[in-house]
C-alpha cells in the first residue's frame, strides 16, 4: 500500500511544451541532500488571465467593478505562479497529518480564495474563514473526498479534513468568479509556486527524479531533475501548444 500510494501521480490533461529542464540519470539515493530548487516560467504563448468582471456586492469585493483572474498569474521576470510540482519518489512514504501539523488558512478577503492554491496533507486541518461583511459558502468538487458545501456568514470559520490525495477545485457559488484548488498530497515531496514562479523542497536523498508539474489551465508536464549533495535545481518554461480549460486531475 505505501508503494502504490508513493507512486500517485496527477492525471495528464493536456499536451504541453518543455522548453527547459536540467536532470540526468545513474546518481545513488543513499544520502540526503539540501533543498530541491525551482522556477517555473511562462514562455511566450502563455499570457495571464484577464481581469473578471464582479456585478455583485462590488462595494465589498471589487470597487471598480473587476479582479484579477487567479487560475493563470504571471508575475515579475514571468514567473508562472499557482504551479504544483509533485518530484515521484519510490517508497517515499504516504503524507500525514501528526500532532504537531499546524493548521492551513484559507481566508475569503476581498471576495477571493486567498491562498488560491492550498496544499495539505490527508488528515490535516484546513480552516476556511470569511473575513468579509457578505455571506460567502465553501463548495468543493471531489472525487475520492466527501464534498463539501458549508454557507459562512461574515466572520464564519469552519474546520475541514480531507482523508485521500487529490486535487480538489473550490468555489463560492454567491460570487461566481470565486474559484480555488485544494491539493491533498500523497507524499511531502509537494510544492506550489509562488508569485515568481519559484519553489523549494526538502528533503529528497541524493538521486535522479521525475517531476510532475500541473497547473489548473495549463494542464500537467513531467520534467527530470538530479539532486546532488548541495541540492537541486529545477528550471522550466512553460509553452502551450493550444489553449485549454482542464478539469483538476486526481493522483492515481
Known amino acids: 500500500m505505501i508503494r502504490s500510494l508513493a507512486r500517485l501521480s496527477f492525471v495528464l490533461t493536456a499536451f504541453l511544451v518543455l522548453d527547459a529542464s536540467i536532470g540526468c540519470a545513474g546518481a545513488t539515493r543513499d544520502a540526503t ?23 455583485i456586492d462590488a462595494w465589498v469585493c471589487a470597487p471598480d467593478g473587476e479582479t484579477r483572474d487567479p487560475s493563470l ?12 510540482v509533485q518530484i515521484d519518489v519510490p517508497g517515499a512514504p504516504p503524507a500525514q497529518a501528526d500532532d504537531d501539523a499546524p493548521e ?7 471576495c477571493v480564495f486567498a491562498p488560491h492554491v492550498s496544499v495539505v496533507a490527508p488528515g490535516q486541518t484546513l480552516r476556511v474563514k470569511n473575513s468579509d461583511k457578505v455571506l460567502h459558502n465553501f463548495r468543493t468538487i471531489t472525487k475520492h473526498n466527501r464534498a463539501i458545501n458549508k454557507a459562512q ?22 460570487h461566481y468568479w470565486m474559484s480555488a ?22 528533503g529528497l536523498a541524493v538521486g535522479s527524479y521525475d517531476a510532475s508539474l500541473w497547473h489548473e489551465r495549463l494542464g500537467t508536464r513531467k520534467a527530470a531533475v538530479t539532486v546532488s549533495d548541495e541540492g537541486g535545481l ?8 493550444e489553449p485549454v480549460d482542464t478539469p483538476a486531475a486526481t493522483p492515481q
Open 33 to 55: 541532500s539540501g533543498a530541491l530548487q525551482g522556477r517555473i516560467l511562462a514562455g511566450k504563448s502563455v499570457e495571464a488571465a484577464a481581469s473578471l468582471s464582479v456585478a
Open 73 to 84: 498569474l504571471i508575475g515579475p521576470e514571468r514567473g508562472l505562479a499557482n504551479v504544483v
Open 181 to 202: 484548488v485544494v491539493v491533498v498530497k500523497p507524499h511531502d515531496f509537494v510544492a506550489v509556486t509562488d508569485e515568481s514562479g519559484r519553489f523549494s523542497i526538502e
Open 153 to 174: 456568514i461574515g466572520g464564519k470559520e469552519d474546520a475541514f479534513v480531507f482523508k485521500t490525495p487529490e486535487i480538489i477545485r473550490a468555489a463560492c457559488d454567491v
Open 104 to 110: 492551513f488558512l484559507i481566508d475569503q478577503k476581498g
Open 234 to 241: 529545477l528550471e522550466v518554461t512553460w509553452e502551450k501548444t
